[in-house]
């Protein structure tokens, strides 16, 4: 199969959770025997902290403007599936023209599905429209659960199909290092998440000055008052990841608002924590336990507390499991060759 990817980045991990999405995906796709494309936007921010320029399981390529990626047309044209993601600067525009180019096996992966779905809901179409919809063959949605089927119902989706994130499990997985924190959280910045994280982590770190925390990620506002025992990691690049879970007691999960009130919306860091075996914490949401059966959950400082002074053993060893039984790159794979490849069959009758 011929797929090509029109994405927000596969080249840069700084700051965002597409590229290591792609990376695993598309890495274990290729791996099955397909070619893959992906056409990249050209931005500054992701060209001055580009950590893998030249992948060895895709052609990638960057265009700079739409009349630039008009020189794309053939390969697109020629395309088994297409795929264009959610966040992909003037999302619209490439959307139209993918659709236009490749009718019929142009899809849509969204990486961001409730953040996505509040957008529409305020009128705020900035890489997707609800014309656009019906136009994707099939809505690949880092949610599942009932979204699915609002996509199909309310905003006529031909097919909504659950596509979580996935791990590569050869990349991550457990290391022989010391612990060296009771409790780490690995994220980028967000507003919606920075009170849990305070209730979570910062406030127990204030409570328990013999415990050791971390917080690796960038954008982190110079105004925020991180205690003594809490070690900031401005940025963590993949390769350092399993690393930091390996030498974390446990790892906190914090999620976003909207995919809270969504549910069934696990993170792309839940899967890479569980494959290193290293226990998690997380907020509550609807779907999490079938999602990863075994993880703990926290409401308050509290609750964290507790889970610290208890022990962790056997619930790294469980994530890790449950995330090389259904969380792999080669699982979702073999998932998204599946519908793809139901988008070329033809039907029977």
């Given at each position: 199969?011929?797929?090509?990817?029109?994405?927000?980045?596969?080249?840069?991990?700084?700051?965002?959770?597409?590229?290591?999405t792609?990376?695993?995906?598309?890495?274990?796709?290729?791996?099955?025997?397909h070619q893959?494309?992906?056409?990249?936007?050209?931005?500054?921010?992701y060209?001055?902290?580009?950590?893998?320029p030249?992948p060895?399981?895709?052609?990638?390529?960057?265009?700079?403007?739409?009349?630039?990626?008009?020189?794309?047309?053939?390969?697109?044209a020629?395309?088994?599936?297409?795929?264009?993601?959610?966040?992909?600067?003037d999302?619209?525009?490439?959307?139209?023209w993918?659709?236009?180019?490749?009718?019929?096996?142009?899809?849509?992966?969204?990486?961001?599905?409730?953040?996505?779905l509040?957008?529409?809901?305020?009128?705020?179409?900035?890489?997707?429209?609800?014309?656009?919809?019906?136009?994707?063959?099939?809505?690949?949605?880092?949610?599942?659960?009932?979204?699915?089927?609002?996509?199909?119902?309310?905003?006529?989706?031909?097919?909504a199909?659950?596509l979580?994130?996935?791990?590569?499990?050869?990349r991550?997985r457990?290391?022989?290092v010391?612990?060296r924190?009771?409790?780490?959280?690995l994220?980028?910045?967000?507003?919606?998440r920075?009170?849990t994280?305070?209730?979570?982590?910062?406030?127990?770190a204030?409570?328990?000055?013999?415990?050791?925390?971390?917080?690796a990620?960038?954008?982190?506002?110079?105004?925020?008052?991180?205690?003594?025992?809490?070690?900031?990691?401005?940025?963590?690049?993949?390769?350092?990841?399993?690393?930091?879970?390996?030498?974390?007691?446990?790892?906190?999960?914090?999620?976003?608002?909207?995919?809270?009130?969504?549910?069934?919306?696990?993170?792309v860091?839940l899967?890479?924590?569980?494959?290193?075996?290293?226990?998690?914490i997380?907020?509550?949401?609807?779907?999490?336990?079938?999602?990863?059966?075994?993880?703990?959950?926290?409401?308050?400082?509290?609750?964290?507390?507790?889970?610290?002074a208890g022990?962790?053993e056997?619930?790294?060893?469980?994530?890790?499991?449950?995330?090389l039984?259904?969380?792999?790159?080669?699982?979702?794979?073999?998932e998204?060759?599946?519908?793809?490849?139901?988008?070329?069959?033809?039907?029977?009758?």
């Amino acid at each position: 199969m011929k797929l090509v990817v029109l994405g927000l980045t596969l080249s840069s991990s700084w700051g965002n959770g597409h590229a290591t999405t792609f990376r695993a995906l598309l890495s274990a796709f290729a791996a099955r025997g397909h070619q893959v494309l992906f056409l990249e936007r050209d931005r500054p921010w992701y060209a001055d902290h580009r950590d893998l320029p030249a992948p060895d399981f895709c052609h990638l390529a960057y265009y700079d403007s739409l009349a630039e990626l008009e020189g794309s047309r053939e390969p697109v044209a020629e395309a088994d599936a297409v795929i264009v993601g959610s966040y992909v600067p003037d999302g619209v525009a490439v959307g139209e023209w993918a659709q236009s180019v490749a009718p019929g096996r142009t899809c849509f992966y969204d990486i961001d599905t409730p953040v996505t779905l509040a957008k529409l809901a305020r009128g705020d179409f900035e890489y997707l429209t609800p014309g656009l919809i019906p136009g994707y063959a099939t809505y690949f949605s880092f949610t599942g659960g009932p979204v699915l089927t609002r996509l199909e119902r309310e905003y006529g989706s031909p097919r909504a199909r659950a596509l979580y994130c996935s791990v590569d499990t050869a990349r991550y997985r457990p290391q022989d290092v010391p612990k060296r924190w009771d409790l780490s959280y690995l994220g980028t910045y967000s507003d919606d998440r920075q009170p849990t994280l305070a209730r979570l982590l910062i406030d127990v770190a204030e409570a328990c000055p013999k415990r050791r925390f971390a917080v690796a990620g960038p954008q982190y506002p110079a105004a925020i008052r991180w205690p003594a025992n809490v070690e900031r990691i401005e940025h963590l690049p993949p390769a350092a990841h399993p690393e930091f879970y390996s030498a974390s007691r446990f790892t906190l999960n914090v999620t976003r608002a909207d995919m809270i009130a969504a549910g069934w919306s696990p993170s792309v860091r839940l899967f890479e924590a569980g494959a290193c075996a290293c226990p998690i914490i997380s907020d509550q949401w609807a779907g999490i336990e079938t999602v990863l059966p075994g993880i703990r959950l926290a409401e308050t400082g509290a609750d964290v507390m507790a889970i610290l002074a208890g022990d962790a053993e056997g619930a790294g060893e469980a994530a890790r499991a449950a995330v090389l039984a259904r969380h792999s790159a080669a699982v979702r794979a073999a998932e998204l060759e599946a519908d793809l490849l139901a988008l070329t069959e033809p039907a029977t009758a």
